[in-house]
């Protein structure tokens, strides 16, 4: 195993070895050792590490040498087709052609002209390489998972809150799209967006003065209400957020309550310590960042899941919970996926369905819906920062419906378009503080 500064002194016995295993940021590290060798099999597990064709790790990848080439992931596409052809250039280089040929040929005909044949060319030419066994095909002993859209509803301040930082920031994005254009606007967008759902979590994430006199927070309400309940039931927690400064707030109401916990985030020095209490029986509750933990660990321990804010990705909320719903869980999981109701959380619940619907459309005989588009336009922007409570839906399917036919509006060109995985990439440190 390469691991630690003492991997060094390993390098020179590699050939003296029939398995090597090391990390995705290690490999990075020694690729100039590794890329010497001629391995006779690559076996990349939690291969969506190596999404982003353009990052040092998916490039280092493509450098090892390998007779045969394996890569194993749960979600092969996660935002965008872009992702898909990453990988397939790992596993078989130049199978798809060059990426920009790709992008003209497949991508941009099906994720913005909803093009049904390129998609069925594409699957049919991914369909030869690609093993997809779902849960349901290797854990049939798994217990049912039931999956709950709280709607909370905002309190008079807090709601206030809101509206005032949904003008402001409906009047700054109007301005940077008539001044740059939606392509260059970005920061601006996703900058209001963040806000907008940092006051949808906790009027304390808003760095705003008239934030700090407001005292309610819906969200966390609910939260303190029902978890009592639940530990009361013997039931066992795992609560992710985006924003680790959430988390800390949700700590402190649970100091002040009496209740145990152990978190997770990107600034946790002893991961494998703050896993075990909670593994152990130490703690009845996990707090998580979702970029964090939200792949990679096994915490069948749990049997219950709080999405504390939704992520535009489906996929990543789906992995987070998974870390609950695997083999090994004996009990029934209870999903509660927690919405500020009638805000742009709605809205994102229900832009969540193109993610899934193209993603669905690739892999399986699914077929793309032509008025569905995976990018955000001008047209997306209005509906996102529609006043509180606008044109709220009155359930699950209605607001889908409503996401739907917003979608079917004519779309604009390419220029005035932002691709929603590309725009997460470009703002990972922003939605994981709030920056």
Same mark, same amino acid.
């Given at each position: 195993m390469l691991h630690g500064s003492a991997r060094h002194e390993l390098h020179d016995r590699i050939a003296a070895h029939d398995v090597v295993l090391t990390t995705y940021p290690l490999m990075q590290r020694d690729i100039e050792i590794l890329a010497k060798t001629t391995w006779h099999a690559l076996v990349l597990d939690e291969a969506q590490m190596l999404k982003n064709a353009h990052t040092l790790t998916a490039q280092a990848a493509r450098r090892l040498q390998a007779s045969h080439r394996l890569a194993l992931t749960g979600t092969p596409m996660e935002n965008h087709l872009g992702e898909l052809w990453s990988l397939f250039d790992v596993v &078989?280089?130049?199978?798809?052609? !060059?990426?920009?040929?790709?992008?003209?040929?497949?991508?941009?005909?099906?994720?913005?002209?909803?093009?049904?044949?390129?998609?069925?060319? &594409?699957? !049919?030419?991914?369909?030869?390489?690609?093993?997809?066994?779902? @849960?349901?095909?290797?854990?049939?002993? &798994?217990?049912? @998972?039931i999956e709950q859209l709280v709607r909370v509803q905002l309190d008079e301040g807090q709601a206030n809150l809101y509206e005032t930082i949904r003008a402001s920031a409906e009047s700054t994005v109007r301005e940077a799209l008539a001044e740059k254009g939606l392509a260059r606007s970005h920061i601006t967008v996703l900058d209001a967006l963040l806000k907008l759902?940092?006051?949808?979590?906790?009027?304390? &994430?808003?760095?705003?003065?008239?934030?700090?006199?407001?005292?309610?927070?819906?969200?966390?309400?609910?939260?303190?209400e029902n978890l009592p309940q639940m530990l009361e039931e013997g039931r066992r927690v795992l609560l992710f957020s985006q924003f680790t400064s959430m988390l800390d707030l949700i700590g402190r109401s649970l100091d002040d309550a009496g209740i145990t916990w152990t978190t997770l985030t990107g600034q946790t020095r002893d991961r494998e310590a703050a896993i075990a209490r909670f593994t152990s029986g130490q703690v009845p509750v996990f707090l998580i960042s979702l970029k964090a933990g939200g792949t990679g660990l096994n915490l069948p321990q749990a049997d219950t899941v709080i999405h504390y804010d939704p992520w535009w990705n489906p996929a990543a909320e789906a992995q987070a919970t998974d870390r609950a719903h695997r083999m090994g869980q004996t009990q029934t999981v209870f999903v509660y996926k927690l919405v500020a109701e009638g805000t742009v959380e709605e809205r994102i619940v229900a832009m969540q369905s193109h993610k899934a619907e193209l993603a669905r459309g690739v892999q399986a005989a699914g077929r793309l819906d032509e008025e569905r588009r995976t990018s955000l336009s001008e047209n997306d922007l209005d509906w996102l920062l529609q006043p509180l409570g606008a044109a709220a839906a009155a359930d699950d399917e209605a607001l889908v419906r409503e996401a739907q036919a917003h979608a079917i509006a004519p779309r604009p060109s390419s220029s005035h378009l932002l691709e929603i995985g590309e725009a997460e990439s470009l703002t990972e440190a922003l939605a994981e503080e709030g920056v």
């Open positions: &078989l280089p130049g199978y798809l052609g !060059r990426e920009s040929r790709f992008t003209s040929l497949f991508r941009n005909p099906i994720e913005r002209q909803g093009d049904g044949r390129r998609l069925a060319l &594409l699957r !049919r030419r991914l369909a030869p390489f690609m093993l997809r066994r779902d @849960k349901s095909m290797v854990a049939t002993e &798994l217990p049912p @998972k759902r940092q006051a949808c979590c906790d009027p304390r &994430l808003v760095k705003l003065q008239q934030a700090r006199l407001i005292q309610e927070s819906a969200k966390l309400g609910w939260l303190m």
